[in-house]
């Protein structure tokens, strides 16, 4: 009794070979092939480049958030005070940040004074928003104290401040030049309310990474800002930083318990999620779109394959009457269309790594041919367009474009196991 061959069989990959490997002129490997291979290559790799750049712009914008901002911020809800003025500062700062501090899951609490003043050096003006915040809680700022992106003495802050490089570039001043504030709410006198101009020594000049943060913040010992915005004995609100940011909503109502009566808490998700949002609505909406490019680029297996087969009918009528069967038929034209899918993919997602492993230099390139100005972080927020390479992306591109590729090949790969080898050979 004859032995039935398994699916696949080596004589299946052996026909599928001689019929990629046989010139055009012998019906075999058409353009259209060479075109949706390419296709694939190009779609695979467009779709692994972009899910990387996504990838990498949310969490450069997120660590820049994270490493420069608070996690969540509590403030004083208004009040007024025996002379009929608004406040909304915390007297008791000290007593609340430690309550705050002594969450699970907090790792610090610091006592803020915010202002914005004018910052004038060389004939230069800028508009500067200052942080009044003690040395100690200043270092836990990563993206401020990070000593690769900064310069100066952080020892000294005590005695000046630190000013973000947007700022000094726009003042034109270094460490060890003085910088004038000048704030509109200065000294009460008979006559009104005058401008209050002090000079600070710069000490330390940070890149927190954000264009909108280097450009506008200053940070000012907490006691000298205290004085200086005529806060003495009181914080604007408190900075708190956690252990995992990404809970930071479930933190909150604990935070604002522990923060006291007329407390009031804003998370830097509050702060940024609409932005968040956003970004992962144009992801979604930027995957579909690319996706219809994958599809696109498959169905032209389905055109090359058409062809393989109608090239082919005379052998496949010959091979049916040997004793093929229709499965076998089918397996073997469904290799030659899956082999294009296979090649296409891997070559695909060999360029979309290489692309984000190597995309400052092909920045640098680009920036470069284009005269420069490619990238405004006035604009984009962050200086560089980042890449991050995550594999859970390079399988989901695999998955789709292999997945599209063997399903449209089954279709024209059934039409020649269907074929009738007596029409095959009618006109031989």
Known sequence: MARTPPPFA?????????YLRARRAEGGVSVMTWISLIGITLAVFALIATLSVRSGFRAEFVDTILGSNAHVT??????????GRTQRTFEDYTERAQAVAELPGVERAAPL????????????????????????????IRRV???????GDLARFGE????????????????????????????????????????????????A???????????????????YFNREGAADELEVMVDDPETVDAMAPAIQQAAGQGALVWTWQDASGGFLRALEVEDNVMFVILSVLVLIATMNIVSGL????????????????????????????????????????????????????????????????????????????????????????VFAAMALSLGLSFIVTIFPARRAARMN??????YE
Request: net charge negative; proline share 4%; aromatic share 12%.
């Open 145 to 151: 104290v990070d000593p690769e992106t900064g310069y």
């Open 209 to 227: 990474g954000r264009y909108d943060i280097d450009r506008t913040r200053a940070y000012m010992p907490f006691d000298e800002a205290q004085l």
């Open 306 to 393: 058409i062809m393989l087969v109608k090239n082919k009918g005379r052998d496949i009528g010959i091979l049916r009457t040997m004793g093929l069967t229709e499965g076998s038929v089918l397996r073997v034209f469904f290799i030659c269309g899956a082999f294009t899918g296979v090649i296409g993919t891997l070559l695909g997602v060999i360029l979309g790594c290489l692309f984000a492993i190597y995309i400052d230099p092909i920045f640098s390139f680009v920036n470069y041919v284009a005269g420069g100005g490619v990238w405004d972080p006035a604009v984009r927020g962050i200086y560089a367009l980042p890449a991050k390479l995550q594999w859970g992306d």
């Open 113 to 140: 004074v915010k202002g914005q003043v004018m910052a004038n050096a060389n004939g230069r003006n800028a508009g500067v928003e200052v942080f009044g915040i003690s040395a100690e809680d200043l270092q836990g």
């Open 421 to 426: 080898p007596v029409e095959a050979l009618r």
């Open 74 to 83: 509590v403030y004083s809800s208004a009040r007024v005070d025996e002379q």
């Open 160 to 207: 000046g401040i630190a000013l973000g490089s947007g700022v000094a570039r726009e003042l034109g001043v270094d460490v060890g030049d003085q910088v004038k504030l000048i704030s509109p709410d200065g000294v009460k006198t008979a006559f009104g309310v005058s401008p209050r101009v002090k000079a600070y020594e710069v000490v330390w000049v940070f890149t």
């Open 10 to 18: 080596p004589f299946e990959w052996m026909i599928a070979w001689r």
